[in-house]
């Protein structure tokens, strides 16, 4: 099985950086996800990450590193449509997902 | 393109009924899967499907059932619902074709059982 955590809440102002931590025990891993959700939508596909680094897609970058078991999603340049939940899901053996809690992230202006 | 499609968006409905959640997709995606999504738990694997004709159980199989008699269609029945079935129900696919492996989600059936 899997034990995924990440932090409950986050806020930040517009404009700004914005990192959430992701940590993961795993019987077997075979890949990272991350995904965003806003209020009463599905979730939508951000990112994924296989090997160790950094993979980066416009505002947002994800870091993996499988060692650790640790991953992070980093959203620059914040705006206010950022406003939501950010969902890790780790990817075992048989190609099944386990999510976290979420992360509901708030941006101020 | 529709993507993934289910039904109804939402429903009430009395303890110890039956009913069934719809979910189509039109992507001729080889897996599907059925979430459930409760405050504070995150997404929960109810039941999945690898391909047409074969199902499996997730970690929280108990009191529904599925069935995969085609690649679109991936019906979940609730034989005799229970309040603590009250919950958002995602359907999802993946091509399970590349290491990607996305999956898709529908949006989502809100169910509420008294």
């Known amino acids: 099985g899997q034990n995924i955590d990440q932090p409950t809440e986050m806020t930040a102002t517009e404009g700004a950086i914005v990192q959430i931590n992701c940590t993961y025990q795993?019987?077997?891993?075979?890949?990272l996800f991350w995904y965003q959700q806003h209020a009463g939508e599905a979730p939508t596909f951000l990112s994924y990450?296989?090997?160790?680094g950094l993979e980066e897609k416009g505002r947002f970058s994800s870091f993996l590193s499988r060692s650790k078991g640790y991953s992070y999603l980093l959203l620059k340049e914040l705006q206010m449509k950022d406003s939501a939940s950010y969902l890790c899901?780790?990817?075992?053996?048989?190609?099944?997902?386990?999510f976290g809690a979420g992360t509901t992230v708030t941006v101020r202006a | 393109t529709a993507g993934i499609t289910q039904a109804p968006t939402s429903q009430i409905l009395a303890a110890g009924r039956s009913m069934t959640l719809r979910c189509t997709q039109d992507?001729?995606?080889?897996?599907m899967y059925w979430y459930r999504q409760d405050l504070g738990l995150g997404l929960r694997l109810i039941h999945y499907?690898?391909?047409?004709?074969?199902?499996g159980k997730g970690e929280v199989p108990d009191g529904y059932s599925v069935s995969r008699a085609n690649t679109d269609d991936f019906p979940l029945t609730l034989a005799s619902a229970v309040p603590s079935q009250t919950s958002v129900y995602f359907c999802?696919?993946?091509?399970?074709?590349?290491?990607?492996?996305?999956?898709?989600f529908g949006p989502g059936t809100r169910l509420t059982v008294l």
């Open positions: 899901a780790v990817r075992d053996s048989d190609y099944k997902l386990s």
């Open positions: 999802a696919s993946s091509d399970s074709s590349g290491s990607a492996d996305t999956q898709y």
């Open positions: 992507m001729r995606h080889n897996a």
């Open positions: 499907s690898n391909t047409a004709g074969t199902t």
């Open positions: 990450n296989v090997l160790d």
């Open positions: 795993t019987s077997g891993f075979n890949g």
